[in-house]
């Protein structure tokens, strides 16, 4: 196997299996607590509460004109991997619901409370979906619509699928209990994490931005004591016009103590912020690919 291809497989197999995980949460958690969700993923939930629809023949219906219509504005090539991931998801529905009706798979209803239900919902739709967006596919639907809009109207990406999702979930309060809608913002606030923490993974961190007058015992301090890197840039006072050291470096989450502690100890004067650092790359995280 050439080295395209087997990077190709590399990418294509985790992306099939995250739509796989994605859709066995809609089957066994979602569906039968008639909870729901965003996008076409929700509108095909209140077609079948509805009219008991298959959600995979939904999900193909609603996504052909969106992809038509994102295939003429946006280009084949940024609907490739789109195509893909929707493909894959359809496919996993339609596997899904053949297991569900052969007595394979018996879904999980709640009795009473729903909050176990929602919690399951939550990690196995943030799973899958974190698992595809990783990998740099999605499963198509109003990511399509979001990205038209944007590209023709320039509105933000995050607030327009925002708009769409709350619209979505909102309309379902017309054919879906009051309660099952709120358990259903448990699922959507849930998956959002996972989503993120799969994406993150083990790679994310802590940025400090240091403004001190001992740089290099910092940065030395860093090195010998945390065993991570730092970088020492120079600077000057906007007010003060005095000459400065910004230490910058990135630490794993469960050092970022320590290293709040190391910069107290060595220049209690010293002024530094605290940063989220997503998906980062180099030595002692993620080794470059």
Known sequence: MSRTSAGGWRVLVPVAAGTAIYAFGLHYFVLPNTLMEGGVTGIGLLL???????????????????????????????????????????????????????GLIVPLAGRGDLILPALYAGVTLGAGLGIVFRFGATTGGMDIA????????????????????????????????????????????????????????AYAGKAFMIITDRGEAIAEAVTRRLDRSATILPARGGYTKAAKDVVYCIVGRSEARALRQLVHEIDPKAFFAISDAHDVIGEGFREHN
């Open 48 to 102: 079948y509460y509805i009219f008991g629809w298959p959600l995979s023949v939904t999900t193909l219906l609603l996504n052909v004109p969106l992809f038509l219509a994102g295939w003429r504005m946006l280009g084949w090539r940024a609907m490739a991997m789109t195509l893909y991931g929707t493909a894959c998801l359809i496919v996993s529905l339609w596997l899904m619901e053949r297991a569900v009706a052969a």
């Open 146 to 201: 979001a990205r038209i809009l944007v590209r023709r109207y320039g509105w933000s990406m995050g607030q327009t699928i925002l708009c769409i999702d709350a619209a979505v979930i909102g309309s379902s309060l017309l054919f879906v209990p009051v309660e099952r809608v709120l358990y259903t913002l448990v699922v959507v606030f849930i998956t959002s994490k996972v989503i993120d923490f799969v994406q993150e993974g």
